[in-house]
């Protein structure tokens, strides 16, 4: 009887499946850090920028440059910031991808490599309003301050 070996499978599944729920616990907590660290330095990064060229600001309103333009150079301004880091982003991703699927092709087969296209464009599009919605809101205080009082002021 030393040969024979038994196991409960009830008890191995309900095991497995707890391992398997604290590892997305700890995934999913790590990934949300990650990212409200992300927004957090964005938010500053978007926010202190804007704050720096206050004068620059009053530069070119007291030029002319009217609301609807001040707006429209803005918001290309956050498009180019957006396409800027997902220029840097997108290849990076796309290489990790490829490397995690050969690194997983020894140990399964797999026909194809997915790209997650729709969750990519999701990304995108997220980060862009959150970058426009930023520089709106700390272009508020600027544009209802006085256009000489700007100038006049010093960076600190």
Do not use: C
């Amino acid at each position: 009887m030393e040969g024979i070996y038994y196991e409960n499978v009830q008890d191995t599944i309900v095991k497995i499946e707890r391992m398997i729920l604290a590892i997305k616990i700890l995934l999913y907590g790590f990934i949300a850090l990650v990212t409200l660290i992300g927004i957090t330095s964005v938010y500053n990064t978007t926010v202190t920028s804007l704050a720096l060229r206050r004068r620059e600001f009053a530069m070119l309103r007291s030029v002319g440059m009217g609301p609807k333009r001040f707006r429209k150079m803005l918001f290309l301004e956050s498009f180019f910031f957006i396409a800027k880091a997902f220029l840097y982003a997108l290849p990076t991703s796309w290489i990790l991808i490829l490397i995690i699927h050969y690194g997983i092709t020894y140990s399964f087969y797999f026909e194809s490599i997915l790209f997650p296209w729709k969750e990519t464009l999701i990304a995108i599009l997220f980060a862009y309003l959150f970058v426009l919605i930023t520089t709106m809101y700390a272009t508020k205080k600027v544009r209802k301050e006085n256009i000489l009082e700007m100038i006049r002021e010093e960076n600190i």
